[in-house]
């Protein structure tokens, strides 16, 4: 069985971060530290992860084998953890790495950092919002017709109503005068019924509703 390499650190660097990064690496090999500047190696073990970065917003782990670097400007205030790219990062590590091998802290493989650190930068996608459930036009015309009976009320009539699967029907009325009923289905017919006296329905359609007009004027 082949042992995995190990190494103190790993780092990871965008191509704009890539001076300064190399110049940490040669910086820290002259302490002798060993330093992986690849991921190639994914049975490779290391202490620490260290990416550079070059605002806080792109740190996105707080695991405790990973040591951001930031190269940017630091924030006024921030309670992310990180290290800064100046004079007294090499001694840094070292002294980290140092503490860590005093208290026999294991070593990780470097594809599970890296692969945290990816999980992290894609987070999940959020579930959509269920789309709003679309009211019958049926249901919503019978909520308007339901609405009036308390207005008809106040003028002497009163109003019935059905809603069913496919039909709405309304029936207004005023006592001992004639029965005004709407039949309103979902194929698109509307039905209008005035039970009068008249075998002119039309013509008792017209003075029904011009006598019911002025009576509750």
């Known amino acids: 069985m082949t042992e995995s390499a190990t190494y ?3 780092v990871s660097f965008a191509e704009d971060q890539r001076t300064v990064a190399e110049e940490v690496v040669e910086a820290c090999r002259q302490r002798g530290l060993t330093v992986l500047e690849s991921n190639d190696l994914p049975q490779a073990e ?4 260290v990416p550079f970065v070059s605002t806080v ?3 996105v782990s707080d695991h405790e084998h990973v040591l951001p670097v930031l190269t940017g400007e630091p924030p006024a205030s921030s309670d992310v953890r990180y290290l800064r790219a100046d004079e007294y990062l090499v001694n840094s590590l070292v002294a980290r790495i140092e503490a860590a091998e005093t208290a026999g802290q294991h070593r ?5 950092l890296a692969a945290a650190l ?8 959020e579930a959509p919002e269920p789309a709003p459930v679309q009211q019958s036009p049926l249901r919503a015309l019978a ?7 308390p207005a008809l009320a106040r003028r ?5 109503l059905h809603l069913g699967g496919t039909t709405v029907a309304v ?3 005023r006592e001992n005068d004639a029965v005004y009923a709407l039949e309103v289905r979902d194929d698109e017919i509307v039905n209008f019924v005035v039970v009068g006296d008249s075998p002119d329905l039309f013509s008792t359609l017209w003075q029904r509703i011009e006598d019911m007009l002025t009576a509750t004027a």
Not at 143 to 149: K, L, N, R, Y
Not at 156 to 160: E, F, K, N
């Open 57 to 59: 917003d792109e740190i």
């Open 171 to 173: 029936r207004v009325e």
């Open 8 to 10: 103190d650190i790993a």
């Open 46 to 49: 290391v202490r620490y992860l």
């Open 108 to 112: 990780v493989p470097v594809a599970d």
């Open 118 to 125: 990816k999980q992290q930068e894609t987070p999940e996608p």
């Open 143 to 149: 909520e308007q017709f339901a609405a009036a009976p």
């Open 156 to 160: 002497g009539l009163a109003g019935t």
